[in-house]
């Protein structure tokens, strides 16, 4: 089973009128993959139609033989691709043998009135009759779900779902059926969280559960003596998965022992804060702080699945929910579109989706993964001024301020939906600590700035006294 695309062919699947084809396209482009339909190859190569060759001296045994190849051809190119299959690939074994082996594959999901109004208008050998069209729909009903990693209907849920992603109001309890494999699995949560939904958690996991570790709450999980005594406490084998289970702390530190332990062991990211739902706990970025600054020490580790139920939300306090608030307005801004209207769960989820996509395009953060920084040279200047006693999200919501306006744009929409408060800190310690940001070359900072909402432009230099007088702007007193 592969749970998410990263490094491996994403296979759709599905019923003819699925939307396989439009879907896929759309998905390659999201991800900057290339995309195959592979009916359309298949009769590039045959110089025929479909209809031709089911018709054909070979019939229907000569096409499932020509897509077994065409399949297995396109598997043997090693940058990963979008491939949509014909409605049905999945009855020919061999296919679904190599589907396991090369691909993670999902289900474009259906149901049989829709895909029958959409394939009667074309001339589909298969769907010439609608009570055949049905048994056919219900024989091969139990292949999809037997090849598929995930499935969804639309655009966001593929996305997601390529990402090993799963967004769901009500999902805790059914994180026995989420944590891929069959090892033991020990659960390292943040200790506030754990005495909210420790045991909710533990009864959906039931047998597998090995232990529950407890992370103080907050920035001290991402300490080194708490790493030790986390790698203390683990028993876990190779074939054993850590489920994260907390907010962007907790997933830090986690995804970073399971990075670490044995040489790295699958992990589960179970954020339950808006900002691991929208952000930390998407995308495989792991990390513990040192004194000397924060993140400096992590890994590169994709979870395994990452679970994300909205509902756990309900228990957030209201300034955890600001900070993520911002998390939010920085994503829309990003995406070019007000997400910040939406009801929250629907948010979440196109936000969730949002990220995941510029991580599975830029997994390791060598390119377009730097816009999810927008804000942040500014915020983590005023963060480290405050010695870290401003709330992160009070911060990103000032650099939002500075950053639209050095990019010239209104700020209006940061003043309305966040309401930042200038902050009162020693401008000279805000402005060194600007220059000293992980982005900054020779002490100029790199910025993310916007041509426009939804048109990141990355790695701007703004002329220092311009700098200074933006951040001067975020400054009390
Ligand atoms: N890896 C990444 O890509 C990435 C991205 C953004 C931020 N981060 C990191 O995330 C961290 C911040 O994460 P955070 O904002 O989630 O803070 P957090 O993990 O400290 O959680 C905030 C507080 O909320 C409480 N809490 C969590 N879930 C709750 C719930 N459902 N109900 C009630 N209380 C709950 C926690 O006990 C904690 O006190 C930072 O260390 C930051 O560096 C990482
Ligand atoms: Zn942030």
């Not at 019939?59 to 043997?76: I, K, M, Q, V």
């Not at 059926?177 to 090892?183: A, F, I, K, M, W």
Request: a negative charge; charged letters at 25%.
């Amino acid at each position: 089973m592969a749970a998410h695309a990263l490094d491996r062919h994403l296979a759709l699947v599905g019923f003819m009128g699925a939307g396989k084809t439009m879907l896929g396209a759309e998905l390659a482009e999201r991800l900057g993959r290339r995309f195959l339909d592979l009916d359309r190859t298949i009769e590039a190569d045959a110089g025929a139609s479909i209809q031709q060759l089911f018709a054909g001296s070979g019939g229907e045994a000569d096409f499932r033989a020509r897509e077994c190849d065409a399949l297995l051809a396109a598997f043997s190119d090693g940058v990963p691709a979008v491939i949509a299959l014909g409605g049905g690939a999945v009855e020919t074994e061999p296919i679904r043998r190599a589907l396991r082996e090369h691909a993670c594959t999902l289900l474009v999901e259906v149901d049989v009135e829709t895909a029958w109004a959409r394939a009667r208008v074309s001339d589909r050998p298969l769907a010439q009759d609608q009570g055949a069209f049905g048994e056919l729909f219900e024989r091969r009903r139990p292949l999809y779900d037997e090849v598929a990693d995930g499935r969804a209907g639309d655009l966001d849920g593929l996305v997601l779902a390529a990402a090993g992603v799963l967004v769901e109001a009500g999902a805790l309890e059914r994180l026995g059926e989420l944590v891929p494999g069959d090892g033991g699995v020990e659960i390292a949560a943040d200790a506030h969280v754990a005495g909210i939904y420790g045991m909710e958690v533990q009864l959906a996991l039931g047998a597998r559960v090995r232990g529950l570790h407890e992370l103080p709450p907050g920035e001290a999980a991402k300490s080194v003596a708490s790493l030790e005594r986390l790698w203390r406490e683990l028993q876990l084998d190779r074939q054993g998965t850590l489920l994260a289970l907390g907010g962007g702390t907790t997933t830090d530190a986690a995804g970073f022992a399971a990075a670490s332990w044995l040489r790295g062991i699958d992990w589960v990211s179970v954020p339950t804060t808006l900002v691991g739902q929208v952000d930390a706990g998407i995308g495989g970025k792991t990390a513990i702080d040192l004194p000397a600054g924060k993140n400096l020490v992590g890994a590169f580790h994709w979870p395994v699945r990452t679970v994300i139920d909205p509902a756990l939300l309900e228990t957030l306090p209201g300034e955890e929910l600001a900070n993520g608030r911002a998390e939010l307005l920085k994503t829309g801004l990003l995406a070019g579109e007000s997400l910040w209207e939406l009801p929250l769960a629907d948010a979440v989820r196109r936000c969730a989706a949002f990220k995941a996509a510029i991580c599975l395009r830029d997994p390791l953060d060598r390119g377009e993964r730097a816009q999810l920084n927008l804000g942040h040279t500014f915020a983590h200047a005023l963060e480290a001024a405050a010695d870290f006693g401003l709330p992160h999200g009070r911060a990103v919501a000032l650099g939002l301020l500075a950053a639209l306006r050095l990019s010239g744009l209104d700020p209006a929409v940061v003043e309305e939906q966040l309401r930042p408060e200038p902050v009162r800190v020693d401008r000279d310690r805000a402005w060194a600590a600007l220059a000293r940001d992980k982005k900054a070359e020779n002490g100029v900072p790199k910025l993310v700035l916007l041509d426009q909402s939804g048109k990141p432009r990355l790695g701007v230099e703004v002329p220092p006294d311009e700098l200074r007088a933006a951040l001067d702007e975020l400054i009390a007193g």
